[in-house]
């Protein structure tokens, strides 16, 4: 008997009783849709995080000081020194003060946006465009100017697209807009990526900071083939100054975007083996209807081997049959796990702008290939079983 052979009576016996076919495959079908669907969103978160953090900039690297129990400080000056002295690492450098407070432009509505005191180069490191006016410039940082940057949010919504020239009030103070950023996001709305104001930083030290001080410098790499070197060079710039590495915090969002892809990588996995645990069930069931097949067809068996089948070939039929049930769940499971995860990404989209859980061909071609080894496996033992059978008491069977 030849494997095509094989095949055919194959699907012969699964069409004969469908139900049971089906029922056999179910434990097959659900494994590999969900081996599929936990893969297309790890894909997708993956992706995801990747675009939202390269819209950052991931080669931004931040110094964090914390300074908490220690007499030393760095100053604005001591950074750009540093700054000047790694050209061929740094392509800028901004000191950042976080802001804490309300504003209130011509609505008279309080805002609470996202406030930063900056220099004239972090625009750059955060790959903003000046749309309308001018950006901060150095003058502005030297005198302690009043003047402010903001998002598009700002002209669009409170000033009908004229905000340059308008003042805002800062904790109570005025603020000339001298400068609008191009629009980040399609919706502009409040509390969106649109919604920011930056000040020089020297203005936010000495009139909107609680502390008085810069606590937090911004730099931009080169490329990313020079986060690691700058990362070194700022951390042993603040150890001679500190003396200990407690005060002091050096971060990039590549490094982090390392990590959380590690972490996402890690979690798939785990789920994805948890999930192909139903594989493993849905073999155990695929054995035990095979030893049930066994049992019914002992007359056939015998016939066959009477006729002058060798046990090798019994063994090839029912081995075969295995895989092909298990084949057939597999490839149900593929289309049910492409399904799903399109039904997913429809559901995510409307909140993840830009999320897809896509799958892609190699959990798909993983996931039909261990199915069909599940069912070469478990069904190898009922396999074995029926070409072990003694033809005459076969014929004997009822």
Known sequence: MGIGQ???????????????????????IIGVAAVIVIMALGNGMTVYMNDSFASLGTTQITAYLIGRGSSRSVSDEDMYELYDEHTDLFTAMSPTVQVDGQVRGDDAVLHYPTMNGVSEEYTEIRDYTIEKGRNIEYIDIACYKKVCVVGAYYDYTV?????????????????????????????????????????????AAKYLSRTSTISNYTFMAKDEDS??????????????????????????LSEMLDVMNQMMDTVVLVLAAIAGISLVVGGIGIMNIMLVS???????????????????????????????????????????????????????????????????????LVSFGISVAIGILFGYLPANKAAKLNPIEALRHD
């Open 6 to 28: 094989c095949f055919v009576m194959a699907f012969k016996s699964l069409s004969t009783s469908k139900m049971r076919s089906f029922l056999t495959m179910l434990g097959i």
């Open 159 to 203: 000033y009908g697209g004229d905000a340059v020239g308008k003042s805002l009030k800062i904790n109570g103070d005025k603020y000339t807009i001298v400068g609008v950023v191009e629009e980040q996001d399609d919706k502009t709305e409040e509390y969106g990526s649109d919604d920011f104001v930056f000040v020089p930083y020297s203005t």
């Open 227 to 252: 986060i690691t070197e700058g990362i070194d060079v700022i951390k042993d710039r603040l150890y001679e100054t500190f003396q200990n590495e407690d005060f002091y915090d050096v971060s990039s």
């Open 294 to 364: 066994v049992t019914e067809r002992t007359r056939e068996i015998g016939i066959r081997k009477a006729l002058g089948a060798k046990g090798k070939h019994i063994r090839m039929q029912f081995v075969i049959e295995a895989a092909t049930t298990s084949a057939l769940g597999g490839f149900i499971g593929i289309l049910c796990g492409i399904g799903i995860a399109n039904l997913v990404t429809t559901i995510m989209s409307s909140t993840l702008d830009g999320m897809k859980a896509e799958p892609t061909s190699t959990s798909i």
